[in-house]
């Protein structure tokens, strides 16, 4: 069957079979791999994408549920060559170790800054608890994504401020 | 939070050498660039699925694989018939045992695998795998691991001519005669049996390969996830009977590792056997599934222990025999000459009078395997066993456990100290680190708030593990992998403009050596870490080493690393002796410059000295140029690195759920390269232990499923499982290792599930429980409040 999806941005359209999953699109078809697969049972989240800026597991989405929809994957998160602020966190905070998860975590991150500028830990916690890392026992995460909202901060004060800040 | 969590302001200075840096591979990987396996697309590339077995123990009637070949997508499909016909329907374990690549007689696990597809596409090779047609005829499994070696139990390995029971091996150390003796003579016996329940690696990213056989030059490249490439390279190269140097084992980006990518699985084989029959590259990546009942499991030990004591709290003896559940193929990853890993220092921190194992392993039809999960080699058994009996001891004795743990410790003054079991600890300060954890944590104000809950009737416990671990295999004279001395080769070449390249033996699963190996060439050159690459996990492109497990990278490859950078530098001596006209006595070394002694302002740095050592001119008589150099690593001893863990717990009465308030971990790994990479090692190790202590655990039912197949079945902590972690550190270089360094990579997982378990056993006091096994479910930890405690298998 035939899906016109948006990906990034740029409207893709391509022949794929019915039960084809949304990751092995992303994946195989468009070479987006650093969305990944981990589990099959929608537990790991290292499949994190967002489809109309809401984040969902794209291991148990089909493709074809997101044929006129929009996907937002982690190679979109730099934009003109700067680093989205939570990609600069978990750099800054030592948020991953083998960065398989982090991806999906990054997206996660994002979307929940979108809503919440200034989360506490717990909701930081909840955000990100369909996720699993096995390397960072998260508390660098925790603090990446706290990093990435302090950042936020400081930016939306340049705004205001004209850039004087 | 110590000093070193607090991330650096951006004016910070980014040290040349050791020091709080951040990773060279982060800017990849949050740009989603990483390479894992599964990343690597090649023209023409087919897919292929793997076949398994529904049954624990079966014997194969007959395989029916027309209609699989029929389907149009399929290029090949594989049976063990056809591998026999190659020579190949076997292959050695890591244990000098065999394991069936793909089934031929019989399966002897549930996920064993009996048949491979190559297809088009991965949806197609999945398709087609569920049109092959095998035949089975059930056998009786062995699941119970206490029944494996009753009369009568069926026989596993009948493929091993003479075979007929299920045992594996004995093993024993110490001295059992001494160690009686002190038993006869103790005041205080306490006797437990601790279980520690079979538990999966389960990294974020399955096990996989790329197999691309070129047909004209006949080298083989395998794109796989390995801990070790140039072990697999050779074992591939005597499997399989392909020349050494026609084969290319890429480990690119690894997605966690935790031992479980230390063994050749039937899959790797099966990708390599896809890609000569049809002549393309052969993707392979298995599912979760997959994962978890086929590959490598660990622990699976029950352990009865005894520790005899003094009434005064003085430990004077331990002993301990091991039921040890090995699968249905003896495919642990140790030491050819330590068949039960290091689990010889299980006498653990205390100095004591005498010590004795015995151990007994047993096939059963289970998925093989044994040594993973960061348990360096088996320490995660001993130092559970330990800790869990001398917390018992304590409870027998009513004496506080710190109290009790600071009583036996080894003295700083005994090191090098020789444990009962002949194990030579290099250094360390027990003392030190167990009361800066004290210190931390707040000890005495915890037992105090306890108190008080206990009065009304609240269930906090406070647990406490201190660890002793044994990593950086190893001397060659005592250390081998199927023949393969446990030695680590480093290369190093500075280029002309002082920049450099540094090529390693082993490889990372996330542990950040780009970053910390640069760091130990800076630390010794001056050169800085930005300007070092690091090259690893390429056999091409790296020379001879054993690989990343066992916590072995710094302790072994990172002395390497040391010592080929004072290769550089005695050569560097040598050239700027020539360039300041003095002799190599006359000069001084600061980092990254020599000076003549007496005459800072007549110096040259080590960057002037690259540009010399391959530039023209005369270069000091009998000197090569170039500033190039290897060497090969073969370490003296083991390190020895330790920690002191306390763990806060409260236990809800109404429901038995556990909730883990606080974990305070102070580790001693010798010389810090990166602080920030090594608390991230422990905080991740703490999860695990979290994990293990409360929830992980692979169960099988009495026919031999595997009840733990997903990660809905198999529970991982996720961030609301776990605290914030509160570390410290203390500093007790190892004497041996060029730069003081032990490693860390496995201390906290070691570490870590005592003091969970000792917290929660210690919350139940009230009901009068002295031990409960893992996992402490709630309905387990229910069990024991209500004198119901069993044990998990």
Not at chain 1, 20 to 47: K, P
Request: aromatic share 6%; proline share 6%.
């Amino acid at each position: 069957m035939q899906v016109t999806v948006t990906v990034n941005g740029t409207e893709q359209v391509r022949d794929v079979e019915p039960r084809m999953l949304l990751v092995h699109f992303l994946r195989d078809e468009l070479g987006l791999t650093g969305t990944h697969w981990g589990c099959d049972t929608t537990n790991c989240g290292t499949c994190v994408v967002w489809v109309d800026d809401e984040p969902v597991k794209s291991c148990t989405t089909l493709a074809a549920m997101c044929s006129g929809h929009t996907v937002r994957t982690v190679e979109d998160l730099e934009q003109d060559g700067e680093l989205d602020p939570v990609q600069q966190g978990f750099i800054e905070c030592h948020g991953l170790q083998c960065g398989f998860c982090t991806p999906g975590m990054l997206m996660t991150a994002r979307a929940l800054l979108d809503r919440n500028t200034d989360p506490t830990e717990a909701e930081i916690r909840e955000a990100i608890s369909g996720q699993i890392c096995r390397c960072t026992g998260y508390a660098t995460i925790v603090r990446s994504i706290q990093w990435a909202a302090g950042q936020s901060a400081v930016s939306a004060m340049a705004t205001t401020n004209g850039g004087q800040a | 939070m110590t000093a070193t969590d607090v991330p650096p302001t951006e004016t910070e200075e980014r040290p040349i050498g050791f020091g709080r840096l951040l990773r060279k591979e982060d800017p990849r990987f949050v740009r989603g660039m990483g390479l894992y396996v599964d990343d690597v697309q090649l023209p023409g590339m087919l897919h292929m699925a793997i076949l398994r077995s529904p049954m624990a123990h079966a014997r194969i009637v007959s395989i029916d694989t027309s209609a699989a070949e029929a389907h149009p997508k399929v290029l090949a499909v594989v049976t063990g018939e056809t591998l026999e016909g190659l020579g190949l329907a076997w292959m050695p374990t890591l244990s000098n045992d065999v394991q069936a690549v793909l089934a031929t007689d019989k399966v002897r696990f549930q996920g064993q695998e009996v048949a491979f597809v190559v297809a088009e596409d991965r949806y197609s090779a999945r398709d087609a795998i569920e049109l092959i047609d095998v035949e089975y005829e059930w056998l009786t499994p062995v699941v119970d691991v206490r029944t494996a070696l009753a009369e009568g139990a069926p026989v596993i390995r009948t493929d091993l001519e003479g075979k007929t029971d299920n045992h594996v091996f004995d093993w024993e150390t110490g001295d059992a005669d001494a160690t009686d003796a002190v038993f006869a003579d103790a005041d205080v016996v306490v006797s437990e049996e601790i279980v520690y329940p079979r538990v999966h690696p389960a990294p974020m990213e399955t096990c996989g390969a790329v197999a691309d056989m070129e047909r004209v030059s006949g080298k083989l490249t395998l794109w796989t996830t390995s801990q070790a490439p140039h072990a697999h390279r050779t074992l591939y190269a005597l499997v399989a009977g392909l020349p050494e140097h026609k084969i290319r084992v890429i480990s690119p980006d690894i997605g966690g590792g935790f031992g479980g990518k230390v063994p050749i699985y039937p899959g790797y084989v099966c990708a390599i056997v896809g890609s000569i029959v049809t002549g393309k590259p052969v993707k392979w990546m298995e599912d979760r599934s997959e994962n978890l009942i086929s590959t490598g499991f660990a622990r699976d030990y029950i352990m009865k222990t005894d520790i005899a004591a003094s009434s005064d709290g003085t430990i004077r003896a331990v002993r301990v025999n091991v039921l040890a559940d090995h699968g249905a193929f003896n495919g642990v990853a140790s030491p050819t000459k330590y068949p039960a890993g290091f689990f010889g220092v299980f006498t653990g921190s205390y100095d004591i009078e005498a010590a004795h194992c015995s151990m007994t392993a047993v096939h059963t039809n289970k998925a093989p395997g044994g040594v993973a999960y960061a348990c360096s080699f088996r320490i995660t058994e001993a130092v559970y066993c330990i800790e869990r009996i001398v917390d018992a001891l304590s409870y027998e004795l009513e004496m506080d456990p710190a109290e009790l743990r600071l009583k036996n410790f080894i003295k700083p003054e005994q090191f090098p100290y020789t444990s009962k079991t002949g194990w030579v600890y290099d250094s360390g300060e027990y003392e030190r680190a167990m009361r800066h954890a004290m210190e931390l944590a707040g000890y005495d104000e915890l037992r105090a708030e306890q108190a008080e809950k206990r009065e009304r009737g609240e269930l906090m416990g406070i647990g406490i593990s201190f660890f002793t671990e044994a990593v950086g295999a190893g001397p060659r004279k005592d250390m081998d992998i199927l023949g393969l001395g446990m030695a680590d080769g480093c290369e190093l070449r500075v280029h002309p403009t002082g920049k450099a390249v540094v090529r390693i033996s082993v490889q990372s699963q996330g542990q950040g050596h780009e970053t910390t190996f640069a760091q130990i060439v800076a630390e010794e050159l001056g050169i800085p870490p930005e300007d070092i690459d690091v090259v690893h996990g390429d056999t091409d492109n790296t020379p001879f080493g054993l690989g990343t497990y066992g916590s072995r990278s710094t302790p072994v490859s990172g002395a390497a690393a040391a010592l080929v950078s004072r290769k550089i530098r005695d050569k560097a001596r040598i050239i700027a002796s020539g360039m300041l006209e003095v002799s190599v006595a006359d000069l001084e070394w600061t980092k990254g410059s020599f000076a003549v002694k007496g005459d800072p302002s007549q110096s040259v740095t080590i960057q002037d000295v690259a540009m010399r050592a391959h530039g023209a001119g005369d270069l000091p008589e009998g000197l090569e140029g170039g500033l190039d150099a290897s060497v090969c690593y073969n370490p003296e001893n083991l390190t020895y690195p330790f920690g002191a863990y306390i763990c806060v717990v409260d236990v809800d009465p109404r429901t038995a759920e556990v909730k883990v308030r606080r974990f305070v971990a102070v580790d001693d790994c010798g010389t810090r390269i990166n602080p920030m990479i090594i608390e991230g090692q422990v905080h991740g190790g703490l999860t695990d232990g979290v994990g293990m202590a409360l929830m992980e655990m692979i169960s099988f039912d009495e026919d031999g499923n595997c009840l733990s197949s997903s990660l809905m079945d198999y529970l991982i902590p996720t961030a609301m499982e776990v605290p914030d972690w509160e570390t410290g550190h203390t500093v007790t270089p190892s004497p041996h290792h060029p730069i003081g360094a032990k490693g860390v990579g496995e201390s906290a997982t070691v570490g870590s599930p005592p003091a969970v378990v000792n917290a929660v056993v210690d919350a139940l006091k009230p009901f009068g429980v002295r031990h409960a096994d893992m996992p402490l479910t709630p309905s387990r930890v229910w069990d024991a409040m209500n004198g119901n405690a069993k044990p998990p298998i």
